[in-house]
């Protein structure tokens, strides 16, 4: 069995790759199990230096992993690049935490009593199409740095990168079967991982569904789990913000990444006070987002990564079962490709479909509200909680809504969720654990005790 990759601007194919059946899955887990043995034993500086030296050489890859992801994802260039860079830099963060790895000293009555962090062995990482180098770098990198061998299953359409990465691995030098690609299928191999009693965690992120599906066969084995999943995030802009920057900056809060991102603030929630402001400011910024070929440098937004995503997408919008009233659109390219131009929609009610499901395309809904109050209910109304963001001048509201929103991952006057050295993860629907940030090793260990009388 292979999967014929197609780039997602043009068409046409790109190469094919195999598909790992289960006989092949299950090969690699064992002939991971014995590698971790020897990685946990290493000493930790050593583990620190291999994975400083795997940051290094995707250093020296960044632009052939950039056009392998702008040609399999769709990425734009200038996003594809970041994302590349992206890996590095979590490498280099966690190729520090071997040696910090640290057990406490517990004041007890007789001995001494210290705990361990221990590897959990073999962890599974199971990646989506829509990120697939930053959300493998952010399980594996940590997962590595604790002690643990790596098996990555990449998303069946987005393997490309993965597969380099893997490769990228081997030449710095990690230990074979340390740190293992297996492409495959969702129902083969992802779920061989859960299913898999020598496998010690999964760390999925995609869909809420698949997600819930993970978490009730991990309760077999009583596995452990991180899930990353949907999104319907809030933008909540308050009269006293700078409404020019906000409005400014609301695009590609959404349509970055063709709004293929777990994090887009798909829903924008104006002080109706500022409403028609805000939305003739907006009106001019989504009309100016550049989506064209990704591959050229000024291009802010490209394709969608298939076909079935794109025809999702229409299915809020153009073929929606409710009438839905598109405000204003940017642009897309005629012809090959699965393109959508960046819309926004305005909907009757917070029941329309639009306002509360997870579109993941370039679609947002805006909406006015009275209060602070209201603004806060509104944005909580989900059964998401990811991320957002709250514009205002005003420092006691910003505190306030900050902590009154049920999202992980929160900014004031700006966009930014994802820096490799704080914690993302989301409150509800939206996921369980965490990833990145100083504790990201911490939930791929065991905590063990250990009591040692003196007397
Ligand atoms: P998906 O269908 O859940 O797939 C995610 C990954 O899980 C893919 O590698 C998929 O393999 C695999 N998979 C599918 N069925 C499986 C099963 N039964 N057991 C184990 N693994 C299985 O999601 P997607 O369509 O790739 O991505 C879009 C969704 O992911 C969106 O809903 C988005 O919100 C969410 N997402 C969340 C975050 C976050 O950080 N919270 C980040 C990115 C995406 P196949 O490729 O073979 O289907
Ligand atoms: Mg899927």
């Known amino acids: 069995m292979s999967t014929t990759l197609i780039n997602p601007a043009t068409e046409e194919a790109i190469t094919t790759v195999p598909q790992a059946d289960l006989e092949q899955t299950d090969a690699a887990i064992a002939a991971a199990a014995a590698a971790q043995e020897k990685w946990a034993a290493l000493a930790p500086a050593d583990r620190g230096r291999l994975l400083r030296r795997f940051a290094e050489v995707v250093d020296g890859h960044i632009d052939d992993l ?65 990120f697939p180098m930053p959300i493998a770098g952010w399980g594996f ?90 999104g319907k995030s809030a933008n909540i802009v308050f009269a006293d913000a700078d409404i020019e ?53 000024a291009t802010q937004m490209g394709p969608l990564v298939t076909k079935g995503q794109r025809d999702s997408v229409r299915s809020f919008v153009e073929d929606a079962d409710e009438e839905v009233d598109v405000a204003f659109r940017g642009s897309a390219p005629d012809g090959a490709g699965w393109w959508y131009p960046p819309t926004v929609v305005m909907p009757r009610s917070t029941r329309d ?36 963001s709250i514009y205002t001048r005003d420092v006691g509201r910003a505190i306030r809504v900050s902590r009154g929103v049920q999202a992980g991952n929160l900014s004031v006057n700006s966009h930014s969720s994802v820096r490799y050295s704080t914690p ?19 939930s791929f260990t065991e905590v063990k005790n250990v009591f040692i009388a003196t007397d």
């Open 353 to 388: 479909r639009v306002w509360h499901e997870e579109v993941f395309g370039p679609v947002v809904a805006v909406l006015p509200f009275a209060d602070e109050a209201e603004a806060i209910a509104m944005a909580n109304d989900t059964i998401y909680g990811l991320s957002g």
């Open 141 to 230: 990198a940590p997962a590595l740095a604790a002690g643990n061998a790596v098996v990555l299953k990449p998303a069946e359409v987005t393997p490309l990168t993965a597969i380099r990465l893997g490769e990228l691995a081997l030449e710095a030098g990690l230990p074979e079967h340390v740190f293992t690609v297996i492409p495959g299928k969702g129902s083969v191999v992802g779920e061989r991982f859960v299913t898999h009693p020598g496998v010690g965690k999964v760390c999925f992120t995609g869909s809420t569904a698949v997600g819930q599906g993970i978490m009730r066969g991990a309760a077999d084995q009583i596995k452990r789990i991180t899930l990353e999943l949907g």
């Open 245 to 297: 920057a906000a409005a400014a900056a609301a695009p590609m809060a959404v349509f970055d990444n063709a709004g293929q991102d777990c994090c887009a603030r798909s829903r924008i929630l104006v002080e109706a006070s500022a409403y028609d402001r805000f939305m003739s400011a907006f009106e001019e910024a989504v009309k100016g987002v550049v989506v064209a070929d990704p591959s050229e440098s």
């Open 424 to 442: 993302f993860g989301g409150f509800k629907a939206s996921g369980l654990g965490r990833e990145l940030g100083p504790d990201a090793p911490d």
């Open 66 to 130: 950039a056009r392998l992801e702008v040609a399999n994802a769709g990425h734009t260039i200038g996003n594809a690049t970041w994302e590349a860079g992206n890996v590095r830099d979590v490498l280099m963060y966690y190729s520090a935490a071997p040696e910090r790895l640290f057990g406490r000293q517990i004041p007890v009555a007789g001995g001494l009593d210290v705990t361990f962090k221990e590897p959990l062995g073999v962890v599974g990482v199971i990646v989506p199409w829509n």
